[in-house]
């Protein structure tokens, strides 16, 4: 994330909070993986909070190469095949059914892309203007074109998906992509990650107003 190890830290904790209050009242399955998305992200901003301690301190070589890998593997290998699956499994509809399996490939091949990426080429995390700057010497041509499947992968299960309100959810994650993309561009992986793990709070919300939580169902029993 951008800022500090402190702002990483703290915003891990509300989102993991979150996230917990989101598995512990989820009694339908299928919505278990919908309802982790906060705390895996709150897992992801500690890991990037562990690299800002690293990176400043020039020491811990070790704990800086788990927090980097730890932060991109969530990044960039689990999201695009964890978010397809997760509104998928939500999903009634069986034509929108068959849409995201098509979406829930389509990320796998991203998520394979990425873990080549990942053991094959360098990367190398560095602070820079206040935000940390993943450098890598990933193959340039393929990069572009595999986060235009990243971003079909993540964002269109938002928009296509019949579950009340998960259509606000894909609009302020666009949103988010965009204002990234204009004023954070060289910082897109890190600061992209940040907007979306607070915006990943509106999981709870929609999960609520699914009535998947226990509490709601006891009430209206």
């Not at 070589?61 to 939500?90: D, N, Q």
Request: glycine fraction near 6%; proline fraction near 3%.
């Amino acid at each position: 994330m951008c800022f500090s190890a402190e702002a990483s830290f703290a915003g891990s904790a509300v989102i993991s909070t979150i996230g917990i209050a989101s598995l512990t009242k989820v009694k339908k399955p299928a919505y278990i993986l919908f309802a982790s998305i906060p705390l895996l992200f709150g897992i992801q901003q500690c890991a990037e909070g562990v690299l800002w301690i690293t990176l400043k301190s020039g020491i811990y070589e070790r704990m800086e190469s788990i927090g980097t890998y730890v932060f991109l593997i969530t990044a960039l290998v689990i999201w695009p095949t964890m978010i397809p699956l997760s509104v998928r499994l939500l999903e009634k509809d069986e034509k929108r059914k068959k849409f995201f399996t098509a979406l829930i490939l389509t990320g796998s091949l991203v998520s394979l892309f990425y873990i080549y990426c990942l053991i094959f080429y360098n990367v190398h995390p560095q602070i820079q203007s206040f935000h940390i700057l993943y450098v890598n010497d990933y193959p340039g041509a393929l990069v572009k074109i595999v986060f235009v499947l990243y971003l079909l992968a993540t964002i269109a299960p938002l928009f296509v998906s019949s579950v009340k309100k998960m259509w606000i959810f894909g609009i302020l994650v666009t949103v988010s992509c965009i204002i990234t993309g204009i004023f954070f561009a060289e910082y897109l992986t890190s600061v992209w990650c940040f907007f979306a793990a607070l915006i990943s709070i509106a999981v709870y919300f929609i999960l609520n107003g699914e009535g998947s939580m226990k509490g709601k169902i006891q009430r209206t029993s």
